[in-house]
């Protein structure tokens, strides 16, 4: 029997004999059948499946199964040339079934009909070559082509506006998603890479040393809602009315999602201050409008955010407003880059650049002193640096441990700093850290109040966040962990450090 033809509960079946019986349920509740299964795609999958490893596994299933319906496999050992008319060159390509007989010339039947098997196959090499052709990622990255009048603005050397800074980040988008495969996201390092060669090409797009994070920010949130929700995709709901799925789901979340904003903008408006201005409360509301959005203005945003500085203050160190209602009426608080834009409107100091250069400076002196050698974090620093030899990655793990064990040179709490690898238990600002070795899945959050408030690329960008949200919400040092974040401050202020700070560090 045919897997195309397969019902739901034969789906349910395969799922167990492969080992993803924690599927079922979703699979059940979906109503995918063969011929859905078949279809499913990678954002599909994505949907159905939460675990990246579950999504990894059966998606090569879903491959293996299309190749043993379609015919022979063939697999690639060599990249192709790209030059067109290649395609009868066979240099590069290992045949796995079949071999040379599935290209022999006696491609018509005695009848003078044409071998559908032959069609099919060649059907198939197509994509084999396409696959083939995926381009490579390099550290050495090159901008795309801009369009004529985008170069024209970039070459007048001035500032975009928001429609022509949608546009360069569009085309970035585009690029990138040449040398990603399927409908993965871009790593961190991908993003810096970009980045970096964005505002060194066109210096004048990095605003008051804050250039990278607005546009690394504006980036990501491109990825991140560009690849709309699963049910809001055109040929998902054609494959939902082809293979008999419920009808109505797609516009039902719709509705439910425009209910949940509307809610929310309700309830920002009954917190609303009656003795605030008008001008004040159409700020608010702006920004809990544009905060619902998939993509915003963020240059709109930062005019805003400093237009109203003042009452933000006035409502955090004078009338002490809870942090929940600070963050429902100024919601763009939330962004790592809003949090260091506010500190530098503040301090008018570039918290991140400080702390990394802080981290890179006493990196060495931390890692060597012998308050910290029989550390947890040390003996694991020295167990993932002998698996690794790229100074990159060397340079990366050693400013994470250096960052982690701050507290432990002062003999402070550590764990008011950070929760390495566990749940997050304080109520003052704290970091959760997960893997914090492994670069490609370390995840840093900052917590506050024991609520998520930003989610961080790494340890430096973290730690910037922490000292900011203390600074920015007005939350005093807690004693246990005084030391460790004064000699922070007193760096980042220039200012003479106490002694005995000094001399803990060497």
């Not at 504006?218 to 709309?228: I, N």
């Not at 100024?330 to 880059?337: I, T």
């Not at 790229?390 to 764990?415: H, N, Q, W």
Request: proline content about 4%.
């Amino acid at each position: 029997m045919e897997m195309e033809s397969w019902s739901v509960d034969q789906v349910c079946n395969w799922l167990l004999l492969k080992n993803l019986g924690d599927l079922v349920p979703k699979f059940r509740e979906e109503e995918v059948g063969g011929a859905a299964l078949l279809a499913l795609n990678d954002r599909m999958v994505q949907q159905l499946v939460k675990k990246i490893g579950h999504q990894a596994v059966l998606m090569d299933l879903i491959k293996k199964c299309k190749q043993q319906t379609e015919g022979p496999v063939f697999t690639c050992k060599e990249p192709f040339s790209e030059s067109p008319g290649e395609f009868s060159r066979t240099h590069g390509i290992q045949l796995t079934v079949g071999q040379a007989n599935c290209f022999s010339p006696n491609e018509s039947r005695d009848d003078g009909s044409i071998d559908q098997r032959v069609l099919k196959q060649k059907k198939n090499m197509r994509h084999v070559l396409a696959r083939c052709k995926a381009l490579q990622w390099t550290n050495s990255y090159i901008l795309p082509e801009f369009p004529y009048d985008v170069k024209c603005i970039l070459a007048e050397r001035k500032c975009p506006d928001h429609s022509v800074r949608i546009r360069i980040i569009e085309f970035l988008q585009a690029d990138m998603t040449k040398y990603l495969e399927g409908s993965l996201y871009p790593t961190t390092q991908q993003y810096n890479d970009v980045v970096n060669e964005l505002l060194q090409a066109y210096p004048f797009l990095d605003e008051d040393g804050n250039g990278f994070f607005l546009w690394k920010r504006a980036l990501k949130d491109r990825f991140k809602y560009v690849r709309r929700p699963i049910d809001d995709d055109e040929q998902v709901v054609r494959n939902k009315c082809k293979f008999g799925h419920r009808r109505g789901q797609t516009r039902k979340s719709s509705e439910t999602r425009c209910e949940k904003v509307q809610g929310v903008q309700t309830k920002v408006k009954n917190i609303y201050n009656e003795d605030l201005d008008v001008e004040i409360n159409e700020h608010i509301s702006w920004f809990k409008e544009e905060y619902m959005k998939p993509e915003r203005n963020w240059v709109e945003v930062d005019n805003r955010m400093t237009k109203t500085l003042e009452i933000r203050r006035k409502m955090i160190n004078k009338e002490r407003k809870p942090f929940k209602e600070i963050l429902m009426l100024f919601p763009f608080l939330k962004c790592p880059y809003q949090l260091f834009k506010e500190y530098h409107l503040l301090t008018h100091k570039d918290i991140y650049k400080k702390t990394a250069e802080i981290l890179e400076a006493y990196s060495e002196d931390i890692l060597t002193s012998n308050v910290v050698k029989n550390s947890p974090v040390i003996v694991a620093l020295q167990k993932n640096l002998k698996q690794y030899m790229e100074d990159d990655i060397r340079t990366y793990m050693k400013i994470t441990a250096t960052c982690l064990l701050l507290p432990d040179v002062f003999g402070e709490d550590s764990s008011l700093l950070a929760a390495v690898n566990e749940e997050v238990k304080v109520s003052t600002p704290v970091l959760e850290v997960k893997y914090p070795f492994d670069e490609n899945v370390c995840e840093c959050s900052l917590y506050v109040e024991k609520e998520k408030l930003a989610q961080l690329d790494d340890c430096t960008m973290a730690l910037a966040a922490l000292l900011a949200s203390y600074h920015v919400f007005g939350i005093p040092y807690p004693k246990r962990l005084y030391n460790t974040l004064h000699f922070l401050e007193s760096l980042i202020f220039e200012v003479k450090c106490p002694q005995f700070l000094s001399a803990k560090i060497k």
